[in-house]
């Protein structure tokens, strides 16, 4: 059974940082699988944030809105996958989400950070950041 499990989320002023992770259990696949984060406002559409292949050459892929300000790293021995955000502004308030995928990062997920290739969700962390 796959299990993510998100935590990090808090309350920060606008211009600070935080780091969220993920901590994944059940993928078969040791060196081989997709962890992206999402973010979900309440009314609307959830929203890709970044993507990592976990495999060696550890590829990532961040969306427009945090470019520049987020880094996806990861801890293999620890199963963990991290977000950091830096330069946080309002609009990043959010519930983040942890999701897997075994294999490759789906194309459609690159492409237009469609979620539907992504098999296990986790259930989110609150980010909330005030002006």
């Known amino acids: 059974q796959v299990q993510l499990m998100e935590s990090g989320g808090s309350s920060v002023q606008s211009g600070g940082s935080l780091r969220l992770s993920c901590v994944y259990s059940?993928?078969?696949?040791?060196?081989?699988?997709?962890l992206a984060w999402f973010r979900q406002i309440p009314g609307k559409e959830r929203e890709g944030v970044a993507a990592?292949?976990?495999?060696?050459?550890?590829?990532?892929w961040y969306n427009d809105p945090v470019r520049g300000r987020a880094r996806m790293t990861q801890d293999k021995p620890r199963n963990t996958v991290y977000l950091q955000i830096n330069n946080l502004k309002p609009e990043d308030s959010a519930t983040y989400v942890c999701?897997?995928?075994?294999?490759?990062?789906?194309?459609?997920?690159?492409?237009?950070?469609?979620?539907?290739?992504?098999?296990?969700w986790g259930e989110g962390t609150l980010v909330t950041v005030s002006s």
């Open positions: 059940g993928l078969t696949r040791y060196d081989d699988n997709c």
């Open positions: 999701a897997a995928d075994p294999g490759q990062c789906p194309t459609n997920l690159l492409l237009r950070w469609d979620d539907r290739g992504m098999d296990f």
């Open positions: 990592m292949y976990t495999g060696p050459t550890e590829d990532t």
